[in-house]
């Protein structure tokens, strides 16, 4: 089965432009993001996707594989799946370009999923700990069958606990998601159905069209930068790892 990892890096972030090319030490964001991946060895092929010509030069320049993207898109999936349509390719996985400390282990679990023939998309989840906020609209949560299928994604508190006693945990959605080929390029022809619309979720368009997500639950942290915020406490847990060595 060949797997590759794909990195879609758009410049133009709505909440926080051009934060892929923000540095954390002496390295941009989507660098790290770019090098971490090539050095966990589980991927046939790491390249990045993006409408960017400053970040294609920076991929460049450390001798990386980049795809210049040539339509406007309006999601990363969607600009995965023009890279990736004449590929001779099993499985992809999208890795988000400002993750810069997503660790090996949940990929690699992730990629396990696809030992079942019959699943078609996986993703990644953490349970809620101390200092996150399941009301917060930005942490997307999921929740899922006894097969960790996901039932239903949403920027609402899910499950919502009438029984204020009931012993449930909360799950937030990472995004880091991995497809078979054929399911991407499906995706892409699928119109956004109504629940999409209404929660500005993409992965609800799978769910809408019968496809299970599998979910895999981690236990490691991540920090994903969406805002100047995310920025300064990434560079703060960089430079703590650091003392480390």
Known sequence: MKNIAVI???????????????????????????????????????LVVTDSDDIMNEILSVGGSVIKSTKDHQSGSDRIAEAIASMDVDVVVNIQGDEPFIEKEPLRNLL?????????????????????????????????????????????????????????????????????????LSFTQWPMGSLEQAEMLEQLRYLENGVAIRMVETKTNS??????EDLERARVEYKSSLKGF
């Open 8 to 46: 879609p890096a758009r410049f133009a972030a709505s909440r926080f432009p051009g934060k892929l090319m923000q540095r954390i030490g002496e390295k941009t964001i989507i660098r790290m993001v770019y090098e971490n991946a090539l050095a966990m060895h589980l991927f046939d092929e790491v």
């Open 223 to 228: 920090i994903g930068i969406d805002t100047p």
């Open 112 to 184: 396990m999923c696809f030992e079942d023939p019959s699943v078609a998309v996986a993703s990644i989840m953490k349970r809620f700990g101390e200092g996150d906020e399941p009301e917060n609209p930005n942490q997307v949560k999921v929740v899922c069958n006894k097969n960790n299928d996901a039932l239903y994604f949403s920027r609402s508190p899910i499950p919502f606990k009438r029984n204020r006693s009931a012993d449930l945990p909360y799950f937030k959605h990472v995004g880091v998601y991995a497809y078979r080929k054929e399911a991407l």
